[in-house]
Structures are given as C-alpha cells and as structure tokens.
Nanobody, 127 residues
C-alpha cells in the first residue's frame, strides 16, 4: 500500500521560499512518477511538477510553465522523500499542495492519471 505524507507548508510573504516534503512508503515499482499538484479554492487541481524514476539512478524532471525557474523538484532516495523547493513565491502560488504517485515513468498533467495521493499541505503567500 503506497502512502504519501506531505509537510512543509506555511505562510510566507511574496518573494519568500518554502520547501515541501512528501514522505513515501510502499512504492515498489522500478519505474514510477511522483509529482506535485496544487489546488486553490474554487479552482481545478493544477499540475506543478513531476519526477520520473527509471530504476535506481535515472530520472527526469518536469515543470509547469508557471513555476519553471522558481521551483525545483528533487528526491532523497535514502529517505524515500520527494521535495519541492519553492523560491520567489507569488500570491498566485497560494493553494493546497498535494503529492501524487503513479506506476510508470510517464508524468502526465492530468490528476486522474495518478493512483496515489497525499492529504496535502497548505501554502499561503501574502503580498
């Protein structure tokens, strides 16, 4: 059973930084995708970033245009933890951020493609 637990959210002023963590357990696939989505009140769930894993050492990363150059996705394999470093935060980044995972290396932007989800962590950016 795959479990994902996010942490690291909070409130910051515009221009600030936060690092989100997603502790994963039960992921036994050799190729898989883990990613971050976000959802603001009244809006659709939006793909933010993804990381494909091919075996033990090969990976690829992907970013939505809205966060490219500001956010960095990474993973600590020893800790089975996915991170999202968020810099230069803007008020429009305010949302619940959710970690997701799926089997296979393809990282689609559609939330329906992901089988496993965390409970989310709130990020609030004030102007």
């Amino acid at each position: 059973q795959v479990q994902l637990v996010e942490s690291g959210g909070g409130s910051v002023q515009a221009g600030g930084s936060l690092r989100l963590s997603c502790a994963a357990s039960g992921v036994t696939y050799s190729t898989y995708c883990m990613g971050w989505f976000r959802q603001a009140p009244g809006k659709r769930r939006e793909w933010v970033s993804g990381r494909s894993t091919y075996g033990s050492t090969t990976y690829a990363t992907y970013y939505a245009d809205s966060v490219k150059g500001r956010f960095t996705i990474s993973k600590d394999n020893a800790k089975n933890t996915l991170y999202l470093q968020m810099n230069s935060l803007k008020p429009e980044d305010t949302a619940m951020y959710l970690c997701a995972a799926k089997e296979g290396s393809y990282c689609p932007s559609s939330p329906s493609a992901y089988m496993y989800w965390g409970q989310g962590t709130q990020v609030t950016v004030s102007s």
